[in-house]
């Protein structure tokens, strides 16, 4: 079965860095689209990175040029490294493909706060 499980989230002060990971099962893995998403209190699930089957990128404007998304299609992994943290980057974030597929994983906590 479809299954995506988020790791590496954390409380990190305003400039810090985090690295997360995704391991996607139960999917063509190399062939998907992959994204990361992330929901903030109150606000709605939004698509923040992408990355097509061939290593394309694409970025939201809010984190273009802090954020980076790879991907290991040995590992069925993909990867957000996030950079120059800033408090608007507080959310639960997800991976999903892209198109986002049911059902969502648990997610991976992310606070940035002094």
């Known amino acids: 079965q479809v299954q995506f499980v988020e790791s590496g989230g954390g409380m990190v002060q305003p400039g810090g860095s985090l690295r997360l990971a995704c391991v996607a099962s139960g999917i063509p893995f190399s062939i998907y689209a992959m994204g990361w998403y992330r929901q903030a209190p109150g606000k709605q699930r939004e698509l923040v990175a992408r990355i097509s089957f061939g290593g394309s990128t694409n970025y939201a404007d809010s984190v273009k040029g802090r954020f980076s998304i790879s991907r290991d299609n040995a590992k069925i992994t993909v990867y957000l490294q996030m950079n120059s943290l800033k408090p608007e980057d507080t959310a639960v974030y997800y991976c999903?493909?892209?198109?986002?597929?049911?059902?969502w994983g648990q997610g991976t906590q992310v606070t940035v706060s002094s």
């Open positions: 999903n493909a892209d198109p986002a597929r049911a059902p």
